[in-house]
């Protein structure tokens, strides 16, 4: 026979029916925000590698993180959230290592002009000796790199197609804010400007620049076949970037869930270069329907002539002539 519930059992389990609510809602609010920041929207590999990190973090580590994925550039350029991800107002984010290069000079080895032959001899290089003594130099910066990422080959952008180098001589050409970038069309006659992504398409329209160089994705992300609708395949560097973190958020997390992001951070970065691939030819596709052109360079050895003289200007910067040499060798 089931025995009455006493005033002091009542009162327990009463308490105990208003304390489960106010627990859940003090789980719910422990789940630590993280603010990611995409220059693109959901459809894109820069925002998608986010939602596939997001998804391995979740599964190992429910309830714990809150990823929130900030699109469309919302919250700068990559300088400007690189100057983010040092002081820890933005916890996650992509860059290019052209814009990461003013903080580690190193780096720009990776972007050293027609050094890399594919993307393969790119990941080769990136996951030996050389990533990872990269990876610890940008940490001295405030930037964890949790991998190496590849956006493809940079191509020039121009509103007509120059297929020659000495086309270039008095043009006046957007450059990445990176000193390798500006140096390198300075070589073939060109008149560098550095100016943030987020606003070439308008510098490109007004004519303040007459052309630009950019990966195949991210022309068509910005829609700049508008402005400038001939792609030129001159493939001159491989556009290498990182998924990196905040160091003061990577110092806040516990041994455990440091290893989930690493391992989530790889396995992004490689989901990451699968997306790249198959949406170039998506972006291509898109470009051409709204009258973009893509047309072939002509006498490449001279585009490479005048790109290896950028080499002997970068050396003292990369460890030496015989490095870059060295990696051009590399099987």
């Keep these: 026979m089931r025995r009455p519930l006493t005033r002091r059992a009542f009162s327990s389990l009463f308490a105990a029916g208003l304390a489960a609510p106010l627990l859940g809602q003090r789980m719910a609010r422990a789940a630590i925000p993280i603010t990611v920041a995409s220059l693109f929207g959901a459809d894109k590999p ?42 820890g107002s933005v916890q996650a984010s992509l860059s290019t290592i052209s814009a990461l290069s003013s903080w580690v000079p190193e780096s720009q080895i990776l972007d050293a002009p027609f050094v890399f032959r594919d993307a393969a001899h790119v990941r080769r290089v990136v996951d030996g000796p050389i990533g990872t003594d990269l990876k610890i130099k940008f940490s001295a910066q405030n930037f964890v790199v949790g991998g190496f990422i590849n956006y493809g080959a940079r191509h020039l952008l121009a509103k007509q197609a120059i297929t020659r180098p000495a086309q270039l001589a008095g043009k006046r050409i957007r450059v990445i804010q990176s000193p390798l970038h500006t140096e390198l069309w300075r070589a073939f006659g060109a008149n560098p400007t550095p100016i943030p992504i987020t606003e070439t398409y308008n510098a490109l329209q007004t004519g303040v620049v007459d052309l630009m160089d950019l990966t195949k994705s991210a022309y068509a992300g910005f829609k700049l076949y508008e402005v400038v609708p001939y792609l030129i395949e001159t493939g001159h560097i491989w556009a290498t970037g990182v998924v990196y973190f905040s160091a003061p958020f990577w110092k806040s997390l516990k041994d455990d869930e440091k290893a989930v992001f690493s391992a989530a951070a790889a396995e992004g970065a490689l989901y990451f270069d699968q997306l790249i691939i198959e949406d170039e030819k998506t972006s291509m596709a898109k470009a051409a329907a709204a009258g973009g052109k893509t047309v072939a360079i002509e006498d490449r050895a001279a585009w490479e002539s005048g790109a290896r003289g950028v080499w002997a200007a970068l050396a003292p910067k990369v460890g030496g002539l015989d490095k870059i040499e060295a990696i051009a060798r590399t099987s």
């Design 46 to 87: 820069e925002t998608r590698i986010w939602v596939k990190i997001k998804e391995i973090v979740d599964v190992k580590l429910p309830g714990r993180f809150d990823f929130r994925i900030v699109q469309n550039a919302a919250l700068g350029g990559e300088k400007e959230v690189a100057e983010g991800i040092r002081l």
